[in-house]
């Protein structure tokens, strides 16, 4: 919701929402340069200053060494963290707290150096920019050594334009995904690369937001029910002070684009003083705000999180500050908000796309609903010898019906989808007839190629009855004229009976005995 500033001066003057809303932020750090682990801190929409947490996902069961980049997935309720230098993503019940182990873990040599993650959860897949590249993974993915389902490959040696991605986010209503990068050759400018979701491998962009607009750019966000990026960028330097500013375009933007707005000026607390530089920033939709963390290395005490509203222009006052080392004990990563209130229990509801289907074909099983966060897994509970499940996708192996139950650990609830599996089509069948030529009298072979399953094959004239009779598999030619043959093939348990194109046998008459012309007819 959007929050209206008072008038009010809280720690460092700031003007504050009336009503915070229930939205805190989520944040973890980097620069691990021992063993140990870095937290995930969690602070309250009204929390100024160097307050302490709220809560913190913290210590060794963890395994986080960098959780730089985050992301909050409602209808899962989970987190998942772009863990830098542990080279994962981890993912933890979004309202865990303490010395907790993650629900699951990517972890495959295929992944790299994670930055920036996103989860599709309409399609099932994670998009994580890992290195150099794009990957794509199950979202339910929890392996050390699996294979991504696509990728983008680098720019240098493909059409990608890939260079040093560092932002990703994803267009539902143009089914994009676009990355913030920058230009392979100097001056290294920045642009937003726009690729199809299911693209693979070397292909170019389908489109570029580029232009002085966007070329200092650090970070960006995504707001998908204003259909809004929030790119923020390094302005112009005052003396010793560099003023940051965020340019709003729409998500439909392409070429040298103007920003829709600018959020920029003294008021903004968008200033910083090099060595200090922009880390990242984040988007809130539960109070419509923009979370902008800065930081120096190697000094704590220089964290900082300002937060503003996203519904504003120009020279705004923002709602929060925090500051220093309860940010992080190192250097303070890109911020993600979430909802403070853990969203009440909700029905588990199977999936099952499509419900009604043919023997050999397959069917994409998922969930809505539950709560907790646990793995959902799938069974066939009923009709065992029609389907079979090999991770998310079933495969009907018979006829009949056939009971699928999700199941989701920590959650005593259960859900079903019953499936219909019918008789397939068979596969196309020819028949011939050798040869396709007789004089009366003569005989034909039929036979039969194609098809599928267990069932008889037999022949059948189609037309010129006339002309041909057919025995078994044989062809037998009574009086000139054309016939036209049709095999079929009998159904069986899974597939329906199938007839082939017919096929011509001309027959010609034989030739006439002359002699004394007495001869009995």
């Known amino acids: 919701m959007r929050l209206a500033p008072v008038v009010a001066c809280l ?18 750090g980097y620069l691990v340069s021992d063993p140990g682990n870095h937290p995930l801190s969690q602070f309250g929409a009204s929390a100024q200053g160097n307050m302490a947490p709220n809560r913190q996902i913290a210590g060794p069961a963890t395994q986080l060494r960098e959780p730089h980049y985050g992301s909050y997935e409602p209808s899962q309720q989970l987190i998942y963290i772009s863990d830098f230098r542990g080279e994962a993503i981890r993912v933890f019940p979004a309202f ?60 240098g040696n493909s059409p990608t334009e890939l260079n040093n991605p560092s932002s990703l986010i994803y267009v539902p209503f143009t089914d994009e995904i676009a990355v913030l990068d920058s230009a ?96 990242g920033i984040g988007y809130d939709p539960y109070r419509n705000a923009l979370m902008v963390s800065s930081a120096r290395e190697g000094s704590p005490a220089r964290n900082r999180i300002v937060t503003l509203d996203a519904s504003g222009n120009g020279d705004l006052s923002p709602y929060q500050i925090l500051e220093g080392t309860t940010l992080s004990p190192r250097t303070v990563g890109t911020p993600f908000g979430i909802t403070s209130i853990t969203p009440p229990v909700t ?23 539950g709560s907790g966060g646990g793995a959902v897994g799938f069974s066939v509970t009923a009709g065992p010898g029609n389907c079979s499940i090999q991770n998310t996708t079933l495969t009907a192996t018979g006829v009949g019906p056939c009971t699928v139950t999700a199941t989701q650990a920590g959650n005593p609830q259960v859900a079903s989808v019953n499936l219909t599996i019918t008789q397939a089509t068979q596969a196309p069948l020819t028949a011939f007839a050798t040869p396709n030529e007789l004089l009366v ?13 267990t069932g008889a094959v037999w022949f059948q004239i189609d037309s010129g009855f006339e002309s041909c009779t057919v025995q078994g598999n044989e062809l037998v030619a009574v009086a000139p004229g054309t016939c036209t043959v049709r095999a079929y093939k009998a159904a069986d348990a899974n597939y329906y009976v199938i007839s082939s194109p017919t096929v011509a046998v001309t027959v010609n008459a034989a030739p006439e005995v002359f002699g004394d012309g007495f001869e009995t007819p």
């Open 96 to 155: 865990a707290n303490g010395d907790v182990a993650p629900l699951r873990t990517i972890n495959t040599p295929y992944l790299g150096q994670p930055r920036g993650n996103v989860p599709i959860v309409a399609h099932g897949e994670l998009a994580v920019i890992g290195g150099c590249c794009v990957r794509i993974f199950p979202l339910d993915a929890n392996s050390d050594s699996m294979m991504y389902i696509r990728g983008l490959s680098w720019g």
């Open 184 to 279: 392979l050759a100097a001056p290294f400018a920045r642009h937003i690369l726009f690729f199809p979701r299911t693209a693979n491998g070397g292909v170019a962009p389908v489109r570029r937001i580029t232009g002085p607009n966007i070329a200092d750019a650090v970070s960006m966000a995504y707001d998908p029910a204003g259909r809004r990026i929030f790119v923020l960028r390094n302005g112009q330097a005052q003396g010793a002070v560099v003023n940051g500013r965020i340019d709003v375009f729409s998500d439909t933007a392409s070429g040298d684009a103007v920003p829709v707005k600018t959020i920029q000026g003294v008021s903004t607390q968008l200033q910083i003083t090099p060595p200090d530089y922009f880390v």
């Open 347 to 369: 029905p588990l509801l199977a999936i099952a796309t499509p419900t009604q289907l043919a023997y050999g074909q397959t069917s994409a099983l998922s969930f809505h609903g």
């Open 11 to 28: 720690f460092s003057c700031l003007a504050l929402s009336a009503s915070p809303g229930h939205a805190e932020i989520m944040v973890g």
């Open 441 to 453: 009298g003569g005989s034909s072979t039929l036979s039969a190629q194609g098809g599928s399953g």
